[in-house]
């Protein structure tokens, strides 16, 4: 049973940081792809960020150069450092896992929600004026 949970989320003002864990558990971690997802109210989910086994990432338009995934193998843990947050930044934040699919070897092909498999329940980001 894969299990994924978030923490780190907070409230923040513009131009603040938070780092973002998500720890899993239940499966090897070092094949998987991982993302980062965020839903704000009234929006549909959208992609943040992806992370492959191999280190390799890709980032939504709308944070790079801001945010940066990285992750700890050893401790099955993925990461989202983000800095220079602003308020349209503010979302529930989720970590999903997916298994590699054939062909498909990079972090850039892995930022739709059905290329992921499994999903932690979500940390809160505010981020206020």
């Known amino acids: 049973q894969v299990h994924l949970m978030e923490s780190g989320g907070g409230s923040v003002q513009s131009g603040g940081s938070l780092r973002l864990s998500c720890a899993a558990s239940g499966y090897t971690y070092y094949r998987h792809y991982r993302g980062w997802f965020r839903q704000a109210p009234g929006k549909e989910r959208e992609w943040v960020a992806s992370?492959?086994?191999?280190?390799?990432?890709g980032y939504g338009d709308l944070v790079k150069g801001r945010f940066t995934a990285s992750q700890d193998n050893a401790n099955n843990t993925l990461y989202l450092q983000m800095n220079k947050l602003k308020p349209e930044d503010t979302a529930m934040y989720y970590c999903?896992?997916?298994?590699?699919?054939?062909?498909?070897?990079?972090?850039?092909?892995?930022?739709?929600?059905?290329?992921?498999?499994?999903w932690g329940q979500g940390t809160q980001v505010t981020v206020s004026s």
């Open positions: 992370i492959g086994p191999h280190g390799d990432t």
């Open positions: 999903a896992v997916g298994l590699p699919r054939p062909g498909y070897y990079g972090a850039t092909y892995y930022l739709r929600e059905e290329d992921f498999d499994y």
